[in-house]
């Protein structure tokens, strides 16, 4: 079984910074891809930022040039740096990690979601 983390939501005023982390523990053979999602009141979830570990990374149009996705690989963890917070911003992300897990077979898990509120 393979759970998510995540950590780093929180209020900041527009014009900030936070950092939100999601580290993935358990029985792991392999990542594929981790990868943001966000999902605003009253909104569908949406993609934010994915980065497969070959392949190229995408960002959603609205977050291009001020949000960037990293990974650690010897910890499992993918990071999401976000600059330049704009009110519409603010949502629950959650983190999706896909791979295989110990005994062959692949996985797709969730995080249990962390909330950004950009206050203007």
């Known amino acids: 079984q393979v759970q998510l983390v995540e950590s780093g939501g929180g209020l900041v005023q527009a014009g900030g910074s936070l950092k939100l982390s999601c580290a993935a523990s358990?029985?792991?053979?392999?990542?594929?891809?981790m990868g943001w999602y966000r999902q605003a009141p009253g909104k569908q979830r949406e993609l934010v930022a994915t980065?497969?570990?070959?392949?190229?990374?995408s960002y959603v149009d609205s977050v291009k040039g001020r949000f960037t996705i990293s990974m650690d690989n010897a910890k499992n963890t993918v990071y999401l740096q976000m600059n330049n917070l704009k009110p519409e911003d603010t949502a629950v992300y959650y983190c999706?990690?896909?791979?295989?897990?110990?005994?062959?077979?692949?996985?797709?898990?969730w995080g249990q979601g962390t909330l950004v509120t950009v206050s203007s």
């Open positions: 358990g029985s792991i053979r392999v990542i594929n891809a």
């Open positions: 980065m497969p570990t070959v392949g190229i990374i």
């Open positions: 999706k990690v896909a791979g295989v897990n110990s005994v062959y077979r692949s996985f797709e898990v």
